[in-house]
């Protein structure tokens, strides 16, 4: 006896309920198998973009305007190192970064503001130095808000965008103050900071003096240098968690 | 012997001196009288010693980015033009005190005219038929124009926050005592120019409002 005539014992002839059951089996089959190829053809769904986070840095005057004279060193140079510091720590905690100026060069006021333009930036700083007051002085434009339009004017765009200024000024007030550095908050008229379309602060840094006594901790110290550029960074990355929220 | 010819040009000569000689006296004569013209159109009244009025001023404090509102009691002039050139003009002598808490050089010399014009953007005086009709210009808003000298501009202290005092303080001041006046625009020398020290934009005119006194330092 061959192997065929023993599996035909095994198999009884099929009854009309089994047929029934072995079409339904198959169809399902060539259902999932439909299905799977369906999908491998398909394209892949994209996973959500992080959204994009900028911070535009102005480093204040350079090239032919030196700025303030501080104890040892211009405005210009001051402003451009921390810059370049600044930068460092931003990129570091994944905020991409645009710069006004990397060298000591001159950039037009209407300049600087083109670029923070054109960066469609979350958030604007323009750095200076005075050996006048004392810690971090915190200036948003002094422009009265207003709705933003579709083509805003070149001197007042920054009107669009002083609520969020404020804002920000918030942020980096409550940083720096937890930094142990002393801020004064204020509004200005500045050319460069009315014509940005983003949430933009004028930020100037002095000597660090205690209050009720002449001792101070100078701009040159590294240590206040980098406090403050630590503080700054923190804000920013509180900022941008701010931004993202929906 | 003495040519004719000779003696025709010495009396030809002596003629033209001395009438030259008149002419010049005559020119001398005329200029005196042109000067004494002048001075009887100089002012013959003695002049009046001012009373002493108090002015509000408000005072920049650099230590905690502040307007403090002080009063002065000053001799002022009725003309207001006058009157906010010597109030501005106390208020930079008390910048320029060796104690000052916003020390900037230059003193009350530093503002050279205060100008006093209709506001840009005047509206109509409204009139009741019990009410005189008044003119505007005579009642409404004024537009300050402060002209600056150079010297001060350019030895003002660079800064944000020291320029900003500066410029608000000087809108607040002008308002607190001249409440009419609600905008204030900036001259160096008769000249616009961008920055004061390098910061504060004096291209814009600025709202009198823009400046008010806080008692605190920290926000």
């Keep these: 006896m061959g192997p065929l005539e023993s599996d035909r014992r095994f198999y009884p002839p099929p009854s009309q309920g089994g047929l029934i059951r072995r079409l339904c089996l198959a169809l399902a089959s060539f259902i999932v198998a439909l299905g799977s190829i369906v999908a491998a053809q398909a394209p892949p769904v994209p996973a959500a973009p992080q959204p994009r986070f900028v911070v535009v840095l102005d480093a204040a005057h350079g090239g032919d305007d030196p700025g303030g004279k501080l104890d040892t060193q211009a405005e210009k140079a001051y402003t451009l190192s921390l810059s370049v510091k600044l930068r460092s720590l931003l990129n570091a905690r994944g905020i991409q970064v645009v710069t006004t100026r990397e060298s000591d060069t001159n950039v037009d006021t209407n300049r600087r503001a083109e670029i923070a333009n054109h960066a469609n930036a979350q958030a604007c700083l323009s750095l200076h130095a005075s050996q006048t007051g004392s810690g971090v002085h915190l200036f948003a434009s002094s422009l009265p808000p207003a709705p933003p339009t579709r083509l805003p004017a070149w001197k007042t765009g920054q009107s669009a965008y002083v609520t969020r200024s404020l804002a920000m000024a918030g942020i980096l007030n409550s940083a720096l103050q937890h930094a142990g550095i002393a801020v004064t908050l204020g509004r200005t008229a500045m050319p460069t900071v009315d014509s940005m379309t983003c949430p933009a602060i004028a930020i100037e840094i002095a000597p660090d003096r205690a209050a009720g006594s002449t001792t101070k901790t100078g701009l040159d110290d590294p240590g206040y240098q980098a406090s403050v550029a630590e503080a700054i960074a923190a804000a920013m990355l509180e900022w941008k968690t701010e931004a993202h929220q929906p | 012997m003495i040519a004719r010819y000779q003696t025709i040009l010495f009396g030809v000569l002596l003629a033209a001196s001395v009438a030259m000689g008149i002419v010049l006296w005559q020119l001398r004569e005329r200029a005196?009288?042109?000067?004494?013209?002048?001075?009887?159109?100089?002012?013959?009244?003695?002049?009046?010693?001012?009373?002493?009025?108090?002015?509000?001023?408000?005072?920049?404090?650099?230590?905690?980015?502040?307007?403090?509102?002080?009063?002065?009691?000053?001799?002022?002039?009725?003309?207001?033009?006058?009157?906010?050139?010597?109030?501005?003009?106390?208020?930079?002598?008390?910048?320029?005190?060796?104690?000052?808490?916003?020390?900037?050089?230059?003193?009350?010399?530093?503002?050279?005219?205060?100008?006093?014009?209709?506001?840009?953007?005047?509206?109509?005086?409204?009139?009741?038929?019990?009410?005189?009709?008044?003119?505007?210009?005579?009642?409404?808003?004024?537009?300050?124009?402060?002209?600056?000298?150079?010297?001060?501009?350019?030895?003002?202290?660079?800064?944000?926050?020291?320029?900003?005092?500066?410029?608000?303080?000087?809108?607040?001041?002008?308002?607190?005592?001249?409440p009419r006046v609600t905008q204030v625009r900036f001259l160096v020398d008769g000249q616009p120019r961008p920055t004061l020290a390098g910061h504060a934009d004096l291209t814009r005119t600025y709202l009198a409002t823009d400046a008010v006194p806080t008692e605190g330092a920290h926000p």
């Design chain 2, 32 to 178: 005196h009288q042109r000067l004494l013209q002048g001075q009887d159109s100089a002012p013959t009244q003695a002049p009046e010693v001012a009373p002493a009025e108090p002015a509000t001023l408000l005072v920049a404090n650099d230590a905690d980015n502040s307007l403090l509102s002080q009063v002065q009691t000053l001799p002022l002039p009725k003309d207001p033009g006058a009157r906010a050139r010597l109030i501005l003009g106390k208020l930079m002598d008390l910048y320029a005190a060796p104690d000052a808490a916003h020390p900037v050089p230059g003193g009350s010399s530093s503002i050279a005219q205060v100008f006093l014009l209709p506001a840009p953007g005047l509206s109509a005086g409204i009139t009741t038929p019990s009410s005189p009709a008044k003119t505007p210009e005579a009642s409404g808003p004024q537009l300050a124009v402060v002209n600056l000298t150079g010297a001060f501009a350019a030895s003002h202290p660079s800064g944000l926050e020291a320029e900003t005092l500066t410029v608000l303080s000087i809108c607040g001041t002008l308002h607190a005592n001249l």
